[in-house]
């Protein structure tokens, strides 16, 4: 039980930081040879706002996991819609933007789903 409690403690953090820094990658078209310098850092920052949003909602998931948990795997799931008609409006390809879906929101799902497990083997563990 230990072992998987640990597991179950880390498995999300680790996860989340991935995801967040996959998403921050997107960020770095914000630099064009044709912008200023300060143009293009402006540009990155502004780019990096749903990563820092991100990193917000996993510092608070960090120290309350339920909460944490609850606002990842909402996150993903509200956001899935939005994101997948976005790209299917850009592509017209349901698979390229299932694929989409896959590889931005869904992280956000399970990191969610981990850190509610995370949490209810602490409660569980806490009770008895």
């Not at 640990?6 to 996959?22: G, K």
């Not at 630099?31 to 780019?47: E, N, W």
């Not at 706002?49 to 795997?73: C, K, M, Q, Y």
């Not at 390809?93 to 995370?118: A, K, R, Y």
């Amino acid at each position: 039980m230990k072992k998987t409690g640990i597991l179950f403690h880390w498995i999300p953090r680790a996860l989340c930081i991935l995801a967040i820094l996959f998403v921050s990658i997107f960020a770095l078209d914000a630099f064009d040879p044709a912008l200023s310098i300060k143009q293009q850092v402006l540009g990155f920052l502004i780019h990096m706002i749903p990563s820092f949003v991100l990193l917000l909602f996993l510092i608070i998931a960090w120290n309350r996991e339920l909460t944490g948990g609850i606002i990842f795997t909402a996150l993903g799931l509200v956001l899935s819609p939005f994101v997948f008609k976005h790209n299917y409006n850009m592509n017209h390809s349901i698979g390229l933007s299932l694929g989409i879906i896959l590889m931005i929101t869904i992280p956000f799902v399970v990191v969610g789903i981990l850190f509610l497990i995370s949490y209810s083997l602490k409660k569980k563990k806490s009770i008895i």
